[in-house]
């Protein structure tokens, strides 16, 4: 194989993250490097052995990184619960775990790819709200013990209308809110009114919906701040996706996980067909410095390889720091955790109308229990999703505070789950990772999205560090793909060739 550096590139690109992993999909002359030795930078799945490594790698500060702050823990049970754990590749966990709703961009931009053909996608069923105050008396779901403090968030206005622990006053209020809230031309008249109020005034003011219906739909929002300080103009459009998103696909469901490791799956099957279609992977690739202007670059490899090329792309966590803007917020880090259970959980995972699929994920919240603290957001997998054994099933955990504060929280809600869900034998935590990963959003609206792209170097955003896909990760790429390539319309399209070549390599 002939030296990268007698190679003159069209597009050298940083990190297998899922930004990345989209862009390498041009058709250029393409050199796709990653710091590390595994694909999907800050989305990968990881084995238990990886996360041993990763979790050494991240604490001796080998590298800037979204995570910090990370910790392995074993069961410490009497019966030595630890012992069920099975081999390490029997797991594949995930650091940045995303739902995608069904009206995401995301699933038809695969689609005229063609890259969804590697693809499995698994229905996200029930949505929980934990209920923490002993005096409510809620009846509870089908298949819960009565003892349960888990109320069945209503997620459509069918669901409303079934549900019997609804009294029918604020059945009213809320289906007054449901029909405006599913419909864009209404929703843009309230927003113009509302939008910079919080979205509690919002429904107490405008609707009169009571306090615990008032957290189920803030808990549709998937909102990281307190109802008191999540505005109208970031919950409505929220509830709007959820509301449209059920049924597309089918009844019972409104959002999708990947199979096999969530978002790292869509990114090792975009860089399996950027190698087919003539791409250059190399792993463990750190670059060292930029230097050139226009579209003749030269990149410095760590190793003091260089490289030439016209174009290179990346998240700034992949490429060199640009001056002055080597400083990071210590502040901005929120807690997460990963916790392989050595239960199936299954009554988490009930089908949820006649002729739905069986679901393999669930949404567990938590609601902010004081005005400074916000809620907990814990995505449940079940063994379907193919991320553990059978019998076992996977929760991700997470909360917007410094991790110090926030990992208490988060190991106290994870008890009180295992606690009411009344499985025999009782559920235990088999192995756990804590760590804290940089928030990140992608501020500007749809219509002004855009990559920085200066001298050839296009520095893309990281994924959204949210619960759900926000689809401008898309735009940006899009932007990023038309200078390159120069194409004003073949964002994200194979040729023939390249997608008969990849069937065949599968």
């Known amino acids: 194989m002939e030296s990268l550096s007698e190679t003159v590139w069209d597009i050298v690109i940083s990190g297998t993250g899922l930004p990345q992993s989209l862009l390498a999909l041009s058709g250029k002359k393409l050199l796709h490097l990653d710091k590390n030795d595994y694909y999907g930078g800050p989305e990968a799945a990881l084995s238990l052995q990886d996360a041993e490594a990763w979790v050494k790698a991240i604490n001796q500060g080998n590298g800037r990184s979204i995570f910090r702050d990370a910790r392995l823990e074993l069961c410490e049970r009497d019966d030595d619960c630890s012992s069920k754990l099975s081999f390490s590749r029997a797991y594949s966990l995930s650091l940045s775990p995303q739902l995608i709703y069904t009206r995401s961009l995301l699933l038809p931009t695969l689609v005229a790819s063609k890259v969804y053909r590697q693809l499995e996608f698994l229905a996200v069923g029930s949505w929980w709200l934990y209920d923490a105050d002993e005096k409510n008396d809620l009846s509870i779901s089908k298949g819960l013990a009565k003892s349960t403090r888990l109320r069945k968030i209503p997620g459509s206005r069918e669901d409303v209308f079934a549900d019997r622990t609804i009294d029918p006053k604020s059945k009213r209020s809320l289906m007054s809110f449901l029909r405006p809230a599913a419909d864009p031309t209404a929703q843009s008249s309230l927003l113009g009114e509302w939008g910079d109020k919080s979205f509690q005034e919002f429904l107490t003011s405008n609707y009169g919906i009571p306090q615990y219906l008032q957290a189920a739909l803030h808990a549709l929002t998937l909102s990281p701040q307190p109802p008191s300080e999540t ?85 700034d966590f992949d490429l060199p720091t640009p001056p002055g803007n080597s400083s990071e917020n210590d502040d901005d880090h929120s807690a997460r955790m990963i916790a392989i259970i050595s239960s199936p959980l299954s009554k988490l995972f009930p089908i949820t109308t006649e002729g739905a699929p069986l679901p393999a994920g669930a949404v567990v919240v938590y609601p902010a229990q ?25 929760v991700y955990c997470s909360i917007a505070l410094p991790p110090q504060k926030g990992h208490k929280i988060l190991t106290t809600v994870l008890g009180q789950l295992l606690a009411v869900v009344e499985e025999t034998p009782r559920p235990a935590v088999l192995w756990s990772l804590r760590y804290s990963q940089r928030e990140s959003t992608i501020v500007k609206p749809v219509n002004d999205a855009g990559s920085q792209i200066s001298g050839g170097v296009i520095r893309l955003p990281q994924l959204s560090s949210n619960l759900a896909f926000d689809d401008s990760i898309l735009h940006h790429v899009r932007q990023a793909w038309q200078r390159v390539t120069k194409d004003e319309e073949g964002f994200m399209q194979f040729s023939d060739r390249q997608d008969d070549a990849y069937d065949d390599d599968d």
């Open 231 to 315: 505005l109208t103009s970031y919950a409505l459009p929220r509830i709007n996706r959820h509301l449209t998103s059920v049924g597309l696909f089918g009844p019972g469901f409104g959002a999708v996980i990947p199979k096999w490791g969530g978002i790292a799956e869509v990114t090792q099957v975009a860089c399996r067909a950027g190698a087919v279609g003539g791409g250059v992977y190399v792993l463990d690739k750190t670059i060292k410095e930029i230097s050139g202007i226009g579209e003749s670059l030269t990149v410095k490899l760590q190793d003091e390889q260089i490289i030439r090329t016209s174009w290179i792309a990346g998240c």
């Open 370 to 394: 004081s005005p400074e603290n916000p809620p907990a957001y814990l995505l449940v997998h079940s063994s379907e999703a193919g991320e553990c054994p059978i019998g076992q099933s996977v």
